[in-house]
C-alpha cells in the first residue's frame, strides 16, 4: 500500500532527465519540501545509478524507484538497485506481475476503465491516470462511482498547483508532477520554489478540505 507515503504529502516527483551527479541533492532538496515519493523515469542518463544513489541517501521515508518502466527486466533492475517502486505509462500486466513478485509497488498508466480494472486484477497499488490532458475531473468522478474506494488514482501530464482543485473534487488521490517540479537545465533553486508551491497549494486544499464537503 502506498499509504505511509500519501498521507504527508501525496505528490508523486517525476525527474526525467536526471543525472546521477545531481540525483542526491536534487532529491534531498525535493523531499526537504515535503515530497515522500520520487521516481527516475528509465529514459533518463544512468538511471539505475539515480536510483541507487537516492534509495541509499533518502532512506526508507522517502519512496524511490522508476518510472517509464517497459518491461520485466526492467523491474529486476530497479529492485536490484533498491527501488520500491515501479511507475508505467501504460498497463502492461506482465510488468505489474512482476513488480508484485519483486515485492515492489506498482502505479501503471490508465486511460480507461477496462485498463483500469485489468491493472488492479493485476495486483496494481494504485492507479496513474495518463495522460491527465486528455482526460478531465468529469472523467475521473465517472471512474470513481464504479472503482474501488480505496484504490488510489493520480493524474499525471499538465498538473499545476493551481490546477489540482477540481480533479480533487473528482476524486483524485495526489498527482505525479513532471516538467512543472524538474527539468535537467533548472536551477536547484528553482525546483525547490517550485517544490514548495506544489506542497503549499495540497495543503490549502487539504486545510478546506471539510469546508467543501460540508
Same mark, same amino acid.
Given at each position: 500500500?502506498?499509504?505511509? =507515503? ?25 523531499a526537504g ?18 536510483? #541507487? ?44 506481475? #512482476? ?43 465517472? =471512474? ?22 477540481? =480533479? ?33 497549494? =495540497?495543503? #490549502? ?7 467543501k464537503h460540508?
Amino acid at each position: 500500500m502506498l499509504t505511509p =507515503w500519501l498521507t504527508p504529502l501525496p505528490l508523486m516527483a517525476i525527474l526525467r532527465g536526471l543525472r546521477p551527479d545531481e540525483a542526491v541533492a536534487t532529491g534531498r532538496a525535493i523531499a526537504g519540501a515535503g515530497f515522500r515519493m520520487l521516481e527516475v523515469p528509465l529514459n533518463s542518463p544512468q538511471p539505475i545509478d539515480s536510483i #541507487a544513489l537516492l534509495a541509499d541517501a533518502l532512506g526508507a521515508e522517502t519512496l524511490v524507484g522508476a518510472g517509464t518502466v517497459m518491461t520485466p527486466a526492467d523491474v529486476d533492475a530497479v529492485a536490484a538497485a533498491g527501488g520500491r517502486l515501479i511507475v508505467m505509462p501504460h498497463a502492461d500486466v506482465a510488468v505489474i506481475r #512482476a513488480a508484485k513478485s519483486a515485492g515492489l509497488l506498482c502505479v501503471p498508466g490508465v486511460a480507461t476503465p477496462t485498463e483500469a480494472f485489468a491493472a488492479l486484477a493485476a495486483g496494481a497499488d494504485a492507479l496513474k491516470l495518463f495522460p491527465a490532458e486528455q482526460s478531465a475531473p468529469a472523467v475521473l468522478k465517472a =471512474w470513481r462511482a464504479v472503482l474501488p474506494r480505496d484504490v488510489p488514482v493520480l493524474p499525471v501530464g499538465g498538473i499545476a498547483p493551481d490546477s489540482m482543485a477540481p =480533479w480533487v473534487a473528482a476524486g483524485a488521490a495526489g498527482f505525479g508532477i513532471g516538467s512543472a517540479l524538474y527539468a535537467p537545465s533548472r536551477p536547484l533553486d528553482d525546483t525547490i520554489q517550485r517544490a514548495r508551491a506544489f506542497a503549499q497549494a =495540497w495543503h #490549502a486544499l487539504e486545510k478546506h478540505a471539510p469546508e467543501k464537503h460540508a
